[in-house]
């Protein structure tokens, strides 16, 4: 019973607050997120990720560890995603980004704080770099067949990173005042992009059920499962183990669809938009048993 509880504890205020923004985007369509997104992406997510990866108790040797782990999951589940759209006849470059790049932002990383706590968010966050990195590079690479050096330069989240990894490798000591400050905005921020994640839902919509359902399908128990048996390879185990096993099982990520939305054609973004709305959908099924599996077995 203990255990159904934490789940509870976990799962309800994520869900709850996905929900405010589904309820607000639905009640407004016309609701302008762009305060919310530029705070987020140039400022709550710079801290974010330094708040976590400096204050949290992860080491140098943990963070590239489990960065290189995020790596090879991206990397084996990108040979599912293209066999499975070259199934479907579907444009395996423009539309490999959401089956490739989990939500380890909005989603993961609050459902980690709340199973593992702050020792979890660090090791959450140290993954969710890997999958901020290759939305600049890998995804806009793929989304307009061209690499763009002028977008990976202006992403603030890429300089939160570079940072922290400063303050990891010299052993800095996070100044009272810096650490407060961005312990406010990294808090504030979980709020707003779980918000926004609700808002954009709302707006998406869905243009074949069928692919978009057996895409969504992949993205979210075939991820769970690489992770997994990652796991069981390399032998992991612990509170980190369970963070990535979480981690690897996150539906498609929105920025994938703003992304696509800049560089691909209608076609691409609207299947990538089905794709993330159905795989978020069935993820409200798979993460609570995924999540449950991690707090069991992985403590």
Request: charged share 10%; aromatic share 14%; net charge positive.
């Amino acid at each position: 019973m203990e255990l159904y509880l934490k789940l509870i504890d976990v799962i309800f205020p994520v869900f709850f607050v996905i929900g405010i923004g589904f309820y607000l985007g639905k009640k407004d369509p016309n609701i302008n997120t762009d305060l919310i997104t530029n705070f987020a992406a140039n400022i709550g997510s710079p801290a974010m990720i330094f708040y976590s990866i400096t204050t949290t108790g992860v080491t140098l040797s943990i963070f590239l560890e489990y960065f290189v782990y995020s790596l090879i999951i991206i990397s084996a589940f990108s040979i599912v995603g293209i066999l499975f759209l070259i199934i479907l006849k579907k444009d395996y470059i423009s539309e490999l980004p959401p089956l490739i790049l989990p939500n380890t932002g909005n989603i993961g990383l609050p459902l980690c704080l709340f199973a593992y706590g702050t020792a979890g968010l660090g090791v959450a966050s140290a993954i969710a770099s890997v999958v901020i990195l290759l939305h600049f590079t890998i995804g806009v690479l793929l989304a307009k067949k061209s690499f763009s050096l002028k977008i990976l330069i202006k992403n603030m989240p890429i300089y939160g990173i570079l940072v922290s990894i400063l303050f990891l490798y010299f052993e800095w000591s996070v100044p009272g005042y810096v650490e407060n400050t961005t312990f406010l905005l990294t808090y504030a921020t979980i709020f707003l992009i779980l918000m926004s994640l609700g808002i954009a839902l709302a707006k998406l919509k869905v243009v074949s059920w069928t692919h978009a359902s057996i895409l969504g399908a992949v993205r979210v128990i075939i991820g769970p499962l690489i992770g997994f048996g990652l796991i069981k390879f390399f032998n992991l185990n612990g509170f980190a183990a369970g963070v990535l096993l979480i981690q690897s099982c996150m539906p498609s990520a929105v920025l994938t669809y703003l992304v696509g939305s800049m560089y691909s054609d209608r076609r691409v973004v609207d299947s990538v938009a089905s794709v993330i709305v159905t795989s978020t959908v069935m993820s409200f099924i798979t993460i609570p048993i995924v999540v449950y599996f991690s707090l069991r077995y992985f403590q």
